[in-house]
């Protein structure tokens, strides 16, 4: 025990909250008596978020954008529309997928700096450091910084256009094909598209 | 509000935590708590924008020190706890301990009374709002000048949706804001492009 902990009354161990999966457990099991299929739903929720909603998705979109000029262009007319043609739904709430185009003058950066927003049907649920203090606080400010510490070194040339995901509005970025996949396949082209580079902190 | 989730641009924080193959989760009560606002949402208990302001209403000593699920659930669990779905004192007797909660609400809007058209192109400027609810202005751009790159559909306005206040719909739309004038001498050179929500906007 430590010292912190041996310094707190008995009163004070009374107010530490028990840890979150039994807080959660606790909800789960309120909501589940209620008889309105809580328990099925959460199930079938899990099973979408770890197997339905992964950057494979948005990968397909990319590949299809490279080989398909008429998609490409849907695509960036209008996101939600052109991925539906893949099989890729949105949430009602995200009434907009906005698809941004990386050239070799622009990189693309997505964030959310009041809570972590994302079109996760699409490029899979946020990482961790998309979520975290430093990436909301400091990508707005300074992109180039963050993204040179992150691994991606833009020379100078390079416009960097950061979109703050402040409405329920969706992005996604459409990396630059990479020279030598000339002739390759969709799905070897998907095999390469990461979700940093759909976020925008990577290029392919 | 100007609540510490509110991030962007916030100096201090350190370099980014990143990994190119971050987990989404880290142990099952994060994917069960994620599903159980999914099923919150399907059963018309909350909307996204209650959701998002039941998280900016935390203390924020807890909220600066939560993990992204733990804010989570402290919002989906303060909203059913507020709208009598379940009540504090069964989850507390489940568990054998508190509950953190996050603070009461203060009162939402609705629009704003006279609402502009713009097309790409125009200047516009954020107005100087200050509201103690909900709003999805990002501080950083109140009060600065920018282009409108595109207009979005509507969508409900958040300041009245987060409140169960009547609102219209209305578009958001994209302006993009050039971060040396976001923060002059203070910013690596980017254009920022922040969902901007009409009522939020007057023309330059």
Redesign the interface.
């Known amino acids: 025990m430590g010292a912190v902990e041996l310094a707190m009354s008995a009163n004070d161990r009374r107010n530490i909250p028990a840890p979150p999966e039994q807080r959660v457990s606790a909800l789960e099991t309120a909501l589940e008596s209620r008889g309105l299929g809580a328990k099925s739903f959460v199930d079938a929720h899990v099973r979408s978020a770890t197997e339905d909603w992964v950057p494979q998705n948005g990968a397909r979109v990319v590949a299809k954008a490279w080989t398909d000029p008429a998609f490409r262009a849907r695509l960036l007319k209008n996101g939600k529309d052109a991925v539906a043609k893949l099989g890729i739904t949105l949430p009602a709430h995200h009434r907009h997928l906005v698809v941004l185009e990386n050239t070799a003058k622009v990189q693309n950066v997505i964030c959310c700096t009041q809570c972590s927003c994302t079109a996760y049907t699409v490029i899979g649920l946020p990482p961790d450091w998309y979520k975290d203090f430093e990436y909301r606080a400091r990508v707005v400010r300074e992109a180039r910084t963050v993204l040179r510490e992150m691994g991606l070194e833009l020379p100078a040339e390079v416009e960097i256009k950061v979109w703050d995901t402040s409405a329920d509005t969706r992005y996604m970025v459409l990396p630059e094909r990479p020279k030598g996949t000339e002739g390759w396949s969709e799905e070897k082209l998907a095999s390469i598209v990461t979700k940093d580079a759909m976020i925008g902190v990577a290029r392919l | 509000m100007d609540g510490v ?7 201090g ?8 193959k ?4 880290h ?3 994060e ?6 606002l ?2 919150a949402v ?2 018309s208990w909350l ?2 924008d209650e959701y ?1 302001h039941a ?2 209403r935390m203390e924020p000593r807890h909220y ?1 020190a939560a993990s ?3 804010r989570q ?1 402290t919002g ?2 303060t909203l ?1 706890i507020e709208k009598g ?2 009540s504090r004192e ?2 507390e007797r ?7 909660l996050s603070l009461p609400s203060a009162a939402g809007r609705p629009n704003a009374a006279a609402r502009q058209r713009f097309k790409p192109g125009d200047r516009v400027r954020v107005k100087q709002d200050f509201v103690r609810g909900h709003i ?3 501080a ?1 751009i109140r009060g600065k000048t920018g282009t409108v790159v ?1 207009e ?2 509507a ?1 409900p306005f ?1 300041d009245a949706h987060a409140h169960g206040v009547h609102a219209e719909d209305e578009p ?1 739309y ?1 302006v ?1 804001f050039k ?1 040396d004038e ?2 002059p001498n ?12 009409q009522s939020y906007l007057e023309r330059a």
Do not use: C
């Open positions: 989730h509110d991030l962007g641009g916030r100096q924080f350190g370099r980014v935590r990143h990994s190119p971050a987990d989404v989760f142990a099952d009560w994917k069960r708590s994620n599903a159980l999914a099923f399907k059963q909307n996204m998002r998280i900016e600066l992204y699920y733990e659930y989906l669990v059913l779905v379940v069964e989850l489940a568990v054998g301990g508190p509950i953190p999805r202005m990002p950083y595109a979005t559909p969508y958040p958001t994209d993009a971060s976001l923060w203070g910013a690596d050179k980017a254009l920022v492009h922040v969902g901007v929500f």
